[in-house]
């Protein structure tokens, strides 16, 4: 019973890193610009369609990882230059519906360029499992993992010890006083592109081992992200690696004591619950009005 339970746990865990990680990728965004960016999940299925090409094509592990990450975000930041910025001040369900547009796009092309097959890459350390207490863990859940601790603390470092990252915070909080003290606040929309798209690739990298990816990964990949920012409070960093892990760990718990049948369902069932009871999610911070 103990080692089925931790079986779920740690297939949970490893998935609702990559949540995760798309989860900070729609925070990014939407801190800076307050828009929903819903090609964040073309961003994981870059990663892992790109270093699958990459690997195929005879490059060294490192050097295609690293084109893997470099791609998405130069496409990341062609997205805002050429479809949001030039709509500067649009209404939200404008921007929503170019982010979805840019999306399709992205999609389109890869399926044209590398097909409507499924890939698989290498995992980075073998496949031989490791057993805890009657359930095993696969070497490639640790990279998972551990790149992902590695990303939330390097993001952790770079908003509140860095210039840079400061002022990311202090256009998220308000836009135009960020402006009238100096701050380019068009230089932090242009980073928050690059820097959402490249941790989207970085999560699609690290789970193609496991999960395997194909040009439409990213549709359920970057709807479950979305979920994971809501869940933990739309706009909150902490909120959103909580929030992924908590979608990965009930999803899983959900298929496994209940049925597979209902994996995906169980993430949607659970930001209808957010929404009726916590509308700002677990960490969202309390709005008021001054009148």
């Not at 964040?40 to 369609?49: A, H, K, P």
């Not at 929309?189 to 959402?196: D, E, K």
């Not at 209902?262 to 008021?288: C, E, N, Q």
Request: proline share 3%; no cysteine.
């Amino acid at each position: 019973m103990l080692a089925q339970f931790l079986q779920f746990l740690f297939s949970g865990v490893t998935v609702g890193a990559t949540y995760a990680l798309a989860a900070l990728g729609f925070t990014l965004i939407y801190n800076a610009s307050h828009v929903i960016n819903f090609a964040q999940g073309e961003f994981i299925m870059l990663g892992g369609m790109l270093a699958v090409f990459f690997t195929q094509a005879g490059l060294p592990l490192p050097v295609a990882l690293l084109l893997a990450i470099l791609i998405p975000a130069i496409v990341g930041i062609l997205v805002e230059k050429l479809a949001i910025e030039p709509v500067k001040g649009a209404e939200t369900v404008t921007l929503i519906i170019i982010t979805i547009g840019a999306s399709l796009v992205i999609r389109g092309l890869i399926q044209v360029w590398l097909g409507k097959g499924t890939f698989s890459l290498p995992a980075f350390s073998g496949d031989t499992p490791i057993e805890i207490m009657g359930a095993t863990l696969l070497p490639q859940s640790l990279w998972v993992l551990g790149v992902t601790a590695l990303v939330v603390a390097g993001l952790w470092y770079f908003f509140n010890r860095t210039l840079q990252g400061k002022a990311m915070l202090a256009t998220s909080v308000n836009r135009l006083a960020a402006e009238l003290v100096g701050i380019n606040t068009s230089w932090v929309l242009f980073m928050s592109f690059a820097m959402s798209a490249a941790l989207g690739a970085i999560g699609g990298i690290l789970v193609t081992p496991i999960t395997l990816t194909s040009y439409d990964v990213g549709i359920m990949l970057g709807l479950k992200g979305f979920v994971a920012a809501v869940v933990g409070g739309l706009g909150n960093g902490l909120g959103a690696v909580i929030g992924g892990l908590l979608v990965g760990i009930l999803e899983a718990m959900g298929a496994g004591y209940i049925s597979s049948a209902y994996k995906d369902a169980i993430p949607f069932v659970l930001i209808l619950l957010i929404l009726f009871f916590m509308p700002r999610g677990l960490f969202g911070g309390k709005s008021t009005d001054r009148v």
